[in-house]
C-alpha cells in the first residue's frame, strides 16, 4: 500500500474528481485488473481507430492548458511538430514534480499508474511518438516502482510493444529516475539530464523541443496531470470537455493547498469554479483558529505573493470589476490579471503568525540551493538573496540591505537562458513590493547607522 495513501477521504461538494476519481479511494487498488473494471483502456481502444490528428483536434476543441506551471495549450504544443518530419518523435511525461507546494501528481503516481499510461498512449498515437519516457524524481521511489509494474502490466495486455491493440502502432514506455534537481523540471534541462548530461537548460531559440528536443529530434513534454486529462478529453469529446471550467479556463484542475489552513490537501475543482475565500474558508476549513489571513502565494514558490488586504482591478472597459483576494476566481486568467499565476497549482496560505522574512529567507535557501549555476545573474544572485535575507532573520541586516535584496532580484528577472531566473527573483520582487515596511522593521537601524559612518570614513580617507 502506498505511503501517502489514505482510504476513504471523501471528495468535498465542491469538487469534482475526474483525474482523482480513484485517489483515495476506498476498495481501489493500482492492479490492471482494477483499473480494467471501470473502462480502462478503453479510451486507447478507441484512439488507435482514429486518425492520430482528430485526437489533436479535439485536445484543441477542448482547449487543455498545461497543468505542470506555464498553462500553455497542449494541443497547440503537439502541432508544434515540424510537418514532413524524417527523425524520431518522443514524449516524455514530466513527472518530476519539484516545485514547493505542488503534490498532485505524485498521487496519481502512486494509486492510479494506469491512468497515466492510457493517457501517454493515447498522446504518443496522436503526435507518432513510438518511445516515450516518464521522468520521475529520485525521492518518488515507490512511484517508479509502481509505474514499472503497471507498464509491464500493460505490456502483457497488449496496451503497449509491438503492434498495440492489432493497430499496427508500436510503443514502448520507460521510466527513467532523476537525481532529484529543480532545474529538471524546465523541459530542455529535463532533456539534456535524460540524455546522460548535466541538467542545464538550452537556449530556446533554436532548441524549442518539439523542434530539437531529445537528441535533437522533435519532442513533446506535457506534465502527469495534463495526459491524464487527455483519455478523458477523448472519452466525452472536445467540445463537451471544454464545458467544464470556464471559458479560456476548461476542465478540472487539482489544487494543492498547504500553510495556515485547518484541512491543507488536494481539491479537484472546474478551472475557476471556486473563488479563493470558498477554497480557504469552505473546502479548506478555514484558517487556523485565532489566525487572519496575511497573504496567499497561489502557484507553487515561483508565484508572485498577494497580500490579503489588497483590492484587485481586473478586466478591461466596461468589464473592469474590483476584487478583494477573497473573490479571485482560481483561474488562470484571473490569477494572472492580479498579478500573480495559477502555475502548478500550489496554494500556499500564509496567516498573521508569519514572519514574511521568515517566510521570503525559507524560499531563497531554496532557489538559492536548486540553480544549476550556467547562468551567472542566476547563479550569484540567487546567493546573494539568501545571504541578505539571513541577515535579515538573523536581525544583522541594515535598513538599505532591503534595496539591496530588491536590485539583485531585479537583475536576475529576464537575464538567463531559462526560466529558472524568473522563479527566484519573484518570490523577492512580490514580497519588497508588499511587505517592504515589515521587512525593513526586522532589519537593524544601528547597522545603518555604522555603515554610514564606515562610510563617511572611507570617503574622508579617500580625500586625503
Same mark, same amino acid.
Given at each position: ?103 498532485? %501528481? ?241 496554494? !500556499? ?13 525559507? !524560499? ?38 532591503? %534595496? ?7 537583475? !536576475? %528577472? ?51
Amino acid at each position: 500500500m502506498s505511503a501517502i495513501y489514505q482510504e476513504g477521504k471523501e471528495p468535498h461538494p465542491k469538487e469534482r474528481r475526474i483525474v482523482f476519481k480513484n485517489v483515495d479511494r476506498e476498495g481501489w487498488d493500482t492492479s490492471l485488473a482494477m483499473y480494467e473494471t471501470e473502462g480502462g483502456y478503453d479510451q486507447l481502444k478507441k484512439a488507435v481507430g482514429m486518425e492520430p490528428g482528430a485526437i489533436t483536434d479535439e485536445v484543441k476543441k477542448a482547449g487543455l492548458r498545461g497543468r505542470g506551471g506555464a498553462g500553455f495549450p497542449a494541443g497547440v504544443k503537439w502541432g508544434f511538430l515540424p510537418p514532413n518530419n524524417d527523425k524520431p518523435v518522443y514524449l516524455i511525461c514530466n513527472a518530476d514534480e519539484s516545485e514547493p507546494g505542488t503534490f498532485k %501528481d505524485r498521487y496519481i503516481i502512486h494509486q492510479d499508474p494506469h491512468q497515466l499510461i492510457e493517457g501517454m498512449a493515447i498522446a504518443c498515437f496522436a503526435v507518432g511518438a513510438n518511445l516515450a519516457y516518464i521522468y520521475i524524481r529520485e525521492e518518488f521511489p515507490e512511484g517508479a516502482q509502481t509505474l514499472e509494474k503497471a507498464i509491464e502490466e500493460a505490456h502483457e495486455k497488449g496496451y503497449l510493444g509491438k503492434n498495440v491493440l492489432g493497430s499496427g502502432f508500436d510503443l514502448e514506455i520507460y521510466v527513467h529516475r532523476g537525481a532529484g534537481a529543480y532545474i529538471c523540471g524546465e523541459e530542455t534541462g529535463l532533456i539534456e539530464s535524460l540524455e546522460g548530461k548535466r541538467p542545464y537548460p538550452r537556449i530556446k531559440p533554436p532548441y524549442f523541443p518539439a523542434a530539437m528536443g531529445l537528441y535533437l529530434c522533435p519532442t513533446i513534454v506535457n506534465n502527469v496531470e495534463t495526459l491524464c486529462h487527455v483519455k478523458h478529453i477523448l472519452e466525452v469529446g472536445g467540445e463537451e470537455w471544454s464545458r467544464i471550467g470556464t471559458p479560456n479556463n476548461t476542465g478540472t484542475r487539482i489544487l494543492c493547498v498547504s500553510g495556515d489552513v485547518k484541512k491543507p490537501g488536494y481539491y479537484e475543482v472546474e478551472v475557476g469554479s471556486v473563488t479563493m475565500g470558498e477554497l480557504i474558508n469552505d473546502l479548506c476549513g478555514g484558517l487556523k483558529e485565532g489566525r487572519s489571513l496575511k497573504a496567499v502565494i497561489p502557484g507553487g514558490s515561483s508565484a508572485k505573493v498577494l497580500r490579503a488586504d489588497e483590492v484587485f482591478t481586473v478586466g478591461r472597459g466596461d468589464d473592469t470589476r474590483e476584487l478583494t483576494i477573497w473573490d479571485i476566481p482560481m483561474d488562470f486568467d484571473t490569477l494572472a490579471a492580479c498579478g500573480s499565476m495559477a502555475g502548478s497549482g500550489g496554494v !500556499i496560505v500564509i496567516d498573521d503568525s508569519r514572519s514574511i522574512s521568515w517566510v521570503l529567507n525559507n !524560499i531563497n535557501n531554496f532557489y538559492a540551493h536548486e540553480s544549476c549555476g550556467q547562468c551567472t545573474p542566476c547563479r550569484e544572485g540567487s546567493l546573494w538573496m539568501k545571504k541578505i535575507t539571513d541577515r535579515v532573520v538573523a536581525g544583522n541586516a541594515s535598513p538599505s540591505d532591503i %534595496d539591496t535584496l530588491d536590485n539583485v532580484a531585479r537583475n !536576475i %528577472d529576464g537575464s538567463t537562458i531559462c526560466a529558472f531566473g524568473v522563479a527566484c527573483s519573484w518570490p523577492t520582487e512580490s514580497f519588497i513590493d508588499k511587505f517592504r515596511d515589515e521587512l525593513v522593521s526586522d532589519t537593524n537601524l544601528e547597522l545603518e547607522g555604522e555603515l554610514l559612518n564606515a562610510e563617511a570614513v572611507t570617503a574622508a580617507a579617500n580625500l586625503r
